[in-house]
């Protein structure tokens, strides 16, 4: 009995890990079924907007005292997390799911391999770098890879830029409260998207049923995702717990073929397992770091942003 009782304690944060990924890619691949209504800008702004709300509501983080210098700290790292989320929703407009978040995922590996400086670090990169090309360079020799928007590539591209950029603010706001963090975080970033929502869908946003389905999209991207990572993240080391986090590529990649139908080649899913790889990889291999306060996880692509 006490055996089987180790056991579960031992799987159940790896279990939460792959819950919050999936609740992740489900609430966004029905996200997907609002763009015709109110477009990609006024998606981002319901799934923004509500989990500020949710969150808020569960942290209350006027609650631990943020002084002004805590609240530009987290005002800046808000907007980051408001446009990577935009960004990220106007490429799945253009994009497969699964192909736009291996994209995005160039973002947190490149932080990774800059802030080791390690040559195993460059080999992951590489291979990362490798999947990029078959996914990106193949097309133009003319073979056959299936067709991305190259708008879309624009925009997943400079989703990843701001992945990078978000862990990198969130590591210097490490010192403070995650749930003050992420809550406060995200009433910022939906300053920053939800005048482009109103701007794209205008009064359609507070159609009754509308605000409802984003409500649900906020609760199951979001909600849902952000308490199995905290209690996931107490109790995994940083390693463990990014090498669960990077098979979000291929969940997605799932998502979409099951909920969206959309199929990828197979060069495409190939491209996706190297660079969940090279994630995997760079997770494994990464130096212990001197224990800090736990840091808010990725909002969309993890309960985060995907």
Known sequence: MHNSHSVWQRILPSLAVLGSVTSLCIGTSFAKHLFPVVGAQGTTALRVGFSALLLLAIWRPWRFGPTRAHLAQV????????LMNLLFYMAIK???FGVTVAIEFIGPL???VW???RLLDLLWLALAVFGLFLLLILPLFGVQVGRLDPVGLV???AAAVCWGGYIVLGKRAGHLHGGMVVSLGLLSAAMVVVPFGIAEAGAQLLA????LYGLAVAAVSSAIPYSLEMFALRRLSHSAFSTMLATEPAVAALAGMLLLQEHLSLIQWSAIGVIMCAAMGSALTARPEPPAPVAPPAPQGTATAT
């Open 75 to 82: 005002a800046v790292f808000g907007a980051v997390l408001g």
């Open 94 to 96: 253009r994009l497969p």
């Open 208 to 211: 009754p049923q509308i605000l």
């Open 110 to 112: 490149s932080v990774a």
């Open 155 to 157: 925009y997943a591209i």
């Open 115 to 117: 802030t080791s400086r």
